[in-house]
């Protein structure tokens, strides 16, 4: 019996994942939304739409959904903060929508008071992406016109979702600038791991020995600030909720974590950097990735108000972010990563999503 066993999920862990797509109903312009399946032998299902590349959920082997989001398209539609998207041309805030580059400037659409926040006023969260299934994955493909949003150069973005048999969601980013131009592509998934009102008692490790601090607008200074005895030590696991509402003038400018983090490690290496762990459930989140940084979000601006999936309504702290990017405003801040992407020469990232159990 026991061998059995052992053989069939030998056999599973070879298989590949499996990929179904269905409609998920319309934008109000009329453009058709697809929905994706993927779901590995072990039991991981995602479920990606077209309409932003959004991952609408992340089913675990017991069938817990980890990521916020909404039951229906109609839910996405509304005036809701990116659930589950893909934020681009420039995830994050560009200070008063402005930057030089090549010796000419640059003005965006602004949508957060005086800066551009995850791509302006209609960011790739709001586009309608054409998709392409694989074996095991699905390609989502969208051109972002030159001048769209007020960003120089057309930018062809691919990114691609794997479901492994090790359980984890793989993300691929490729994009290509038809001139020189700037692009920070992440995804803004909000996850709970236990499914109680907040994520307070979740223990979280992130391995940076550096943040960077930023001002009232969000907006970072340009330090590059050492963690060691601030709120934003997470190199030992630690409680998000332990040293959320310190005295800390950083802490007050987000109302909460709301800030970058400067990953250890080189950039560009997919390495291990972030663990977050429910002590109620036994799940575990582990990321990996390339990018030189993380803006972890505990959902301050979340204030009970928008009703999600199951009826559930989503109050502050309902649920974290682990935005792997590069620094907000680089744009502008000549000592952070360059987020230029230059004529030709493809942007290449990728983060990785392991959920298990404990
Ligand atoms: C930003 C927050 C913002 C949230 C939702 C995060 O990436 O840093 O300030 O409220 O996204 O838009």
């Not at 995602?46 to 089913?59: D, H, N, P, W």
């Not at 949003?149 to 793989?170: F, H, I, Q, S, W």
């Not at 791991?193 to 940076?208: F, K």
């Not at 663990?275 to 109620?280: F, K």
């Given at each position: ?125 709001k586009r309608v992406w054409k998709a392409e299934a694989k074996a095991d994955a699905v390609a989502f493909t969208y051109s972002s016109a030159a001048g769209e ?81 601030t709120p934003f030590d997470f190199r030992k696991p630690t409680a998000v909720g332990a040293r959320i509402d310190a005295q800390d003038q950083q802490i007050q ?56 999936k199951g009826n559930r309504k989503y109050v502050r702290r309902a649920a974290f972010c682990f935005e792997t990017q590069h620094f907000p405003d680089s744009p ?27």
């Open positions: 019996m026991l061998r059995i066993a052992l053989f069939l999920s030998a056999c599973a862990l070879a298989l590949p994942a499996a990929v179904k797509k269905e409609p998920f109903g319309r934008t109000p312009d009329g453009q058709a939304v697809e929905i994706y399946t993927l779901s590995n032998p072990a039991g991981l299902t995602a479920r990606i739409m077209t309409y932003g590349a959004t991952v609408v959920s992340l089913k675990t082997l017991d069938q817990f959904d980890v990521v916020l989001g909404f039951d229906s398209l109609q839910g996405y539609l509304q005036e809701q903060p990116y659930m589950g998207a893909i934020v681009g041309r420039y995830g994050n805030r560009i200070a008063k929508g402005q930057f030089q580059l090549n010796g000419k400037p640059y003005r965006l659409a602004v949508n957060n008071g005086p800066n551009a926040l995850h791509g302006g006023l209609r960011g790739f969260d949003e007020g960003y120089p150069g057309k930018l062809d973005v691919t990114v691609t979702y794997t479901l492994t048999p090790a359980n984890e969601l793989r993300i691929e980013y490729q994009a290509v600038a038809s001139e020189d131009t700037v692009a920070n592509l992440t995804n803004h998934a909000y996850f709970n791991l236990s499914g109680e009102p907040t994520i307070l008692d979740h223990v979280l490790r992130i391995d940076a020995d550096r943040f960077t601090p930023v001002d009232a607008g969000l907006i970072p200074t340009g330090e590059l600030r050492d963690v060691t005895g400018f987000g109302g909460g974590y709301d800030h970058n983090w400067v990953l250890n490690g080189a950039a560009g290496t997919l390495r291990k950097v972030i663990e977050a762990y429910s002590p109620r459930s036994g799940r575990v989140l582990t990321i990996s990735t390339t990018e030189p940084g993380v803006q972890f979000y505990t959902g301050n601006f979340l204030d009970g108000k928008l009703t999600g502008n801040k000549p000592n952070f990563p360059s987020t230029v992407v230059k004529k030709g020469v493809p942007l290449r990232s990728t983060t990785v999503w392991q959920v298990t159990k404990r």
